[in-house]
């Protein structure tokens, strides 16, 4: 009996899950409507979750400089006599280094070891460059080492290196690897050598890099981010541009020149939250804004940085500062110089500094944010205050203002008319939001101003309960929401999702597109419908409709139509949140039958278990595969499998 009614309720709930319906979407080929902006799809980076020093900038080595505010030991663990000095080292703006006096009666010898961001990653038989400034006092050279030191406390990969005079110079060396661990560490000491010597900025990279740049960025996860092919790159955040107060917000000027004295800042996400305290969690601003312009470059992605208005993040509601409308000119400043520093003449004063950090021409910046997620009765008084000067002396720039923290609400509904009368090119939504409110947001531009400013959709992201992580879940509700950003592209013009990356023994905020560790990086599956959305993001919207509606939501359908003219192919995305199989025509109305240059369309399918997420140790538990399907004259006719996002591509 128990037997019999199992395999009943089994029989039904196959059916209950397999049984197709038909629908017919009609394509209006003939129609090409409202441009989608090249930049459209982008990426969001900020220095949480460690994805700067710890990420995506490559070096190994934290707190290298030994300028961590209050502690500037963080990171180090010092052995024999190791003492920290603050007068007279060779970086003004970051001015302790150590100092290391070895004797013959000090068994242990005198070193320091340093810890790396949970452990330093290191690949057998790859070659590091390792770098300090030293000096050594008395007549002899001093000679030290640097070696790796592995999870079991072995010694696996050397250089040994000879200070000589009392002059501050800088030293380098390489070290091959003679393995592969995530959690080394590197000892520099002083071993069999007697004296006094001073060190200062030790630093260790990768030798390969992004690009093979002496001191650059991760190969990898820039890499994986190149591969979304981003439209616009926005930076530096995120709240970190406001800082915790305002003394420590982000300053780009602190960010360019030498690394070695660019004032390390500490990062607003060391104690955001309680049970994830990160006290180690500085900004060395390796990644500064010379990188974030050249990395754009690499890209082929607009420039869209965000700088601060001068109010520290908001959400620290009682202890937020907000400067003096009169005392707000260096920030108004801070922003027409970095205009003339991305785009200026090589002959202009911030201009000249690009070019003597490499790079002559112009970075053609078009985007400018002022302010991240600001809110209250100021806001829009200081934007103006920016407004005004910036559009007298750079009146292409565009301006991005903000609607607040959240979707909806008084302040959103505050800020938007505020922003319509500043006349503001964008505004800046943010929405971290459930499973419902993406599928219900489908619809969220199908009604907006068409002559208002238009939507940056600056941070978004599907937030899953109970548990807010990754998962194919929230992957397939962020396809099913793009369908209708992308059906209002000449609404919505910018895109991206945040936050960008995250490292598995470090981060602080849950769920991000990209995760790493200090070997590995893997993309999530919400990556993908990132990458699907910039790669076929065609050139214009067709109008595709089910019974004359747009498609959004009906049975679980979510659908959109492009056309790319230079490809020349139509592509069409269709979601299914439903837990059944869809039969679905797509009729390509209004298309003459021998403008189909093959009778096969390219079919990417992504689908996965709704819960899981892409591992480090499994990172293809959902990614796009690729099939053919054949066209019946101008008629697609495919299944579209229940809780699954598609792409359907046709030549033409
Ligand atoms: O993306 C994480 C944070 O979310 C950003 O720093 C902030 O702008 C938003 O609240």
């Not at 900004?283 to 520290?312: K, N, R, T, W």
């Amino acid at each position: 009996m128990i037997k019999s009614f199992l395999s009943f309720a089994l029989l039904a709930s196959i059916s209950v899950c397999s049984v197709a319906q038909d629908y017919n979407f009609v394509v209006d080929a003939k129609k090409p409507g409202v441009p989608i902006q090249p930049d459209m799809y982008g990426i969001f980076f900020e220095d949480i979750n460690f994805g700067a020093d710890g990420g995506l900038y490559a070096e190994l080595i934290k707190n290298r400089s030994f300028d961590f505010t209050n502690a500037p030991l963080t990171g180090w663990t010092t052995y024999g006599l190791v003492s920290v000095q603050d007068k007279g080292g060779p970086f003004e703006r970051n001015p302790h280094y150590v100092r290391l006096t070895n004797k013959f009666e000090l068994l242990t010898g005198t070193g320091l070891v340093n810890e790396g961001f949970k452990g330093i990653g290191i690949k057998k038989d790859e070659k590091y460059k390792f770098s300090l400034y030293a000096r050594a006092y008395g007549d002899k050279p001093v000679k030290i080492f640097a070696e790796f030191i592995d999870s079991k406390n072995e010694n696996r990969g050397r250089v040994e290196i000879e200070i000589s005079g009392n002059e501050w110079k800088k030293y380098t060396g390489e070290i091959i690897s003679k393995t592969t661990d995530a959690h080394a560490k590197l000892n520099v000491g002083m071993g069999g050598s007697y004296g006094t010597i001073d060190l200062e900025h030790i630093s260790l990279f990768p030798a390969k890099t992004w690009k093979d740049r002496e001191g650059g960025m991760r190969a990898d996860i820039a890499q994986a981010l190149a591969d979304l092919h981003p439209g616009v790159f926005r930076f530096p955040g995120g709240c970190i541009v406001e800082g915790n107060n305002l003394a420590t917000r982000y300053q780009w000027k602190n960010t360019i020149g030498p690394v070695e004295n660019r004032p390390v800042n500490e990062n607003r996400w060391n104690y955001e939250f309680k049970h994830r305290f990160f006290p180690d969690y500085f900004q060395s601003y390796g990644l500064g804004f010379f990188e974030y312009f050249q990395l754009c470059e690499d890209f082929g992605a607009q420039p869209l940085p965000v700088l601060s208005v001068g109010f520290s993040c908001q959400f620290q509601r009682g202890r937020e500062q907000v400067v003096s409308l009169d005392s707000l000119q260096p920030y108004i400043d801070d922003a027409l110089d970095l205009i003339e520093f991305a785009n200026g003449p090589a002959t202009s004063k911030w201009g000249k500094i690009r070019a003597d950090m490499g790079h002559p021409a112009p970075f053609n910046m078009k985007y400018l944010a002022v302010g991240n997620e600001q809110w209250g009765a100021q806001y829009h008084i200081y934007l103006k205050a920016f407004m005004d000067q910036i559009r007298k002396k750079y009146p292409n720039i565009k301006i991005v203002g903000s609607s607040g923290p959240d979707s909806e609400g008084a302040e959103f509904d505050r800020l938007w008319p505020q922003m319509k009368e500043l006349k503001v090119d964008l505004v800046d939504e943010h929405f971290y939001r459930s499973v419902d409110w993406f599928l219900k947001g489908a619809t969220r531009y199908d009604n907006y101003d068409r002559k208002g400013p238009k939507v940056f959709a600056g941070e978004y992201a599907c937030h899953t309960r109970p548990v807010k992580k990754n998962s194919f879940e929230a992957a397939l509700a962020e396809s099913a929401f793009l369908t209708g950003v992308e059906r209002n592209a000449d609404v919505v013009q910018l895109a991206t999702y945040a936050p960008l990356l995250a490292h598995v023994d470090a981060w602080q905020w849950n769920p991000d597109l990209i995760w790493f560790d200090n070997l590995r990086m893997v993309k999530s599956v919400n990556y993908y419908v990132q990458q699907l959305y910039s790669h076929y993001k065609g050139t214009n919207v067709l109008p595709i409709k089910l019974d004359g509606a747009n498609i959004t939501g009906q049975d679980g359908l979510y659908a959109n139509a492009v056309i790319d003219v230079q490809k020349r192919q139509i592509i069409v995305k269709v979601a299914n949140a439903s837990t059944m199989d869809k039969n679905v025509k797509i009729q390509l109305a209004n298309l003459k039958q021998r403008s189909l240059v093959k009778p096969v369309a390219e079919s990417i399918l992504l689908k996965g278990d709704m819960d899981k997420e892409n591992a480090l140790d499994e990172p293809n538990t959902t990614v796009p595969k690729v099939s053919q399907v054949n066209l019946s004259g101008n008629d697609l006719h495919v299944k579209v499998p229940a809780q699954s996002f598609n792409v359907y591509v046709i030549s033409l």
